[in-house]
């Protein structure tokens, strides 16, 4: 089976400073892996994606997150935090059961980060 | 407009009450995905379909009903609500060879 953790339930980190907000995963193969961020009342947006290729993986707003193989993680990270960051972050994993297979996620439970001003 | 749509925004409904909770793509996207989002338990897949009259079951599927006879609409139904059935229901689409899905903006469902 296929999982994703975020050991984190909250992240508060101050406007200006670093953001990080921790994903492990655990796949039998190679595998995909997403970040989604959730703002109040509004659906999943996607933020990036690791497929192949380089570790380090830019995407919207200025996050960008590192694969690691080694330590199975996909952790997300920001150099300078705003507080419109403040929202639910999604880690997720790319499932390759059942029909619909090649593209089934398997979400990790979110983390909430708050930046205050 | 493009893109995917979730009607109704927010439903209040009797416990056994049959309900529908409708999704609509226009990417004509091969497959789309009903999700649940509750507190402690992040997302939870229902439902997915492949395509059109290919449905299969995801991680909590009992007391739900989908179908997919059109390629753009993937509707979920509540056959008998019950209170554990509360949530908000996200519904998702992912074109064929893409790894990306896309969400809709979610249905809130009370069931009293």
Known sequence: AQSVAQPEDQVNVAEGNPLTVKCTYSVSGNPYLFWYVQYPNRGLQFLLKYITGDNLVKGSYGFEAEFNKSQTSFHLKKPSALVSDSALYFCAVRDIRGRAAGNKLTFGGGTRVLVKP | ?112
């Open chain 2, 1 to 112: 407009d493009a893109g995917i749509t979730q009607s109704p925004r927010y439903k209040i409904t009797e416990t056994g009450r049959q309900v529908t909770l409708m999704c609509h793509q226009t990417w004509s996207h091969s497959y789309m995905f009903w999700y649940r989002q509750d507190l402690g338990h992040g997302l939870r897949l229902i439902y997915y379909s492949a395509a059109a009259d290919i449905t299969d079951k995801g991680e909590v599927p009992d007391g739900y009903v989908v179908s997919r006879s059109k390629t753009e609409n993937f509707p979920l139904t509540l056959e008998s609500a019950t209170r554990s059935q509360t949530s908000v229901y996200f519904c998702a689409s992912s074109a064929q060879g893409q790894s990306s899905q896309y969400f809709g903006p979610g249905t809130r469902l009370t069931v009293t």
